[in-house]
């Protein structure tokens, strides 16, 4: 996973577009449900 933001909100929010990319969701979000 390559993570080029730089502030806590700019990872979360690339950490959740590499999730869905990978088809992993992060327990907790509104994605999850989809699964």
């Known amino acids: ?16 577009i590499e999730s869905i990319w990978n088809n992993r969701f992060p327990p907790g979000t509104i994605f999850a ?3």
Not at 1 to 16: H, L, R, T, W
């Open 1 to 16: 996973m390559v993570i080029k933001a730089q502030s806590p909100a700019g990872f979360a929010e690339e950490y959740i």
């Open 33 to 35: 449900r989809r699964t």
